[in-house]
């Protein structure tokens, strides 16, 4: 069956406008690294979890490092990973002093019954997992910490930005992938979207997998990711479930974006903004980039 992957790194502004570039070439180096695996015969799930890694060790993303502050000027991050085979999830919310939540958001769904650990107690379960602390500081840019200065002066810009990573491999198994620091000077302990399964991240072998990007708390009240997903049981192409979902997005006055891929191979992406950077590997094997919305 052919393999497919496509990332993104966030719909919305990207500030200063020269980064737009970087971020897009970031998400091909992305794509890239998940098509690596998947040529190789690797599954939709390692292909995922191996380019959320790529954008979240790339501080021009607002996850992992190069997170968002919170309204104390601390990084908490939420991730999830789901595998479209069996349904299952892993995800962590609130979550600080990891260097790639999506790797806990893994371990969570392989090692542990449940399906969400949030703060103190996700932390507790990625060192009894042997994840190593990674201070604070690492994680910290100077981008992050002069807009938080600048809202702290100015005022709260609700502003988001999310990567993720969609893939279907040789098998006809999908899996999605979703991290994220957040919104900058959101409430400490705020979760968004990206680490409920059915709202920024869904992956069903049935029909397709999604993740979404942009203001969590309008994409959760429409459950957004699910919602593509029933779009293609109902038959649509993933340009058009995701264009749908988009849509739907408008009900609630949400602001953001979405990845889409189907068991086929096919990709479709959207966003109501004016940009969401995004990198690809399509069923033939061609690779792009782009940021435009
Ligand atoms: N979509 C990212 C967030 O709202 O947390």
Redesign the pocket.
């Known amino acids: 069956m052919p393999t497919a992957i496509l990332v993104h790194g ?1 719909a919305g502004a990207i500030f200063p406008d020269d980064r737009a570039h970087a971020c897009a070439r970031g998400c091909l180096e992305a794509a890239r690294a998940g098509h690596r695996i998947l040529a190789a015969g690797g599954s939709a799930l390692d292909a995922a979890v191996a380019a959320c890694v790529v954008l979240e060790d790339d501080p021009a993303f ?1 996850a992992g490092t190069g997170s968002v502050l919170n309204a104390d000027g601390e990084v908490e991050m ?1 991730a999830c990973l789901m595998d479209g085979s069996n349904l299952r999830a892993g995800a962590v919310a609130a979550i600080r002093g990891v260097r790639n939540p999506i790797e806990v958001a893994r371990l969570v769904l392989e090692r542990s019954p449940h399906v969400l650990l949030a703060g103190s107690g996700a932390e507790r379960f990625a060192r009894a997992q042997g994840v190593a602390p990674w201070p604070a500081s690492l994680l910290v840019t100077e981008r992050a910490l002069t807009r938080w200065q600048k809202e702290r002066d100015e005022g709260w810009t609700n502003k ?3 990567v993720g990573a969609v893939a279907v491999d040789a098998q006809g198994h999908v899996a999605a992938a ?1 991290s ?4 900058s000077s ?1 409430h400490p302990g ?5 680490p409920l399964p059915g709202a ?1 991240t869904y992956a069903d072998d049935e029909t397709g997998a999604v993740s ?6 309008a ?2 009240r429409v459950v957004l990711a699910k919602f593509a997903c029933d779009q293609l049981a109902a038959g649509d192409h993933p340009q058009a479930a995701a264009e749908a979902a988009v849509r739907r997005l408008g009900r609630v006055q949400g602001e ?1 974006g979405l990845v889409v891929v189907d068991r086929q191979g096919r990709i479709g992406l959207a966003a109501n903004t004016a940009r969401m950077s995004r990198g690809w590997v399509d069923a033939e094997g061609n690779e792009g980039c782009a940021f435009e919305g």
């Open positions: 966030g607002n939420d988001p930005g999310t979703t994220t620091g957040g919104i959101k705020r979760v968004g979207d990206s920024g979404a990007t942009g203001q969590g708390e994409i959760i953001g």
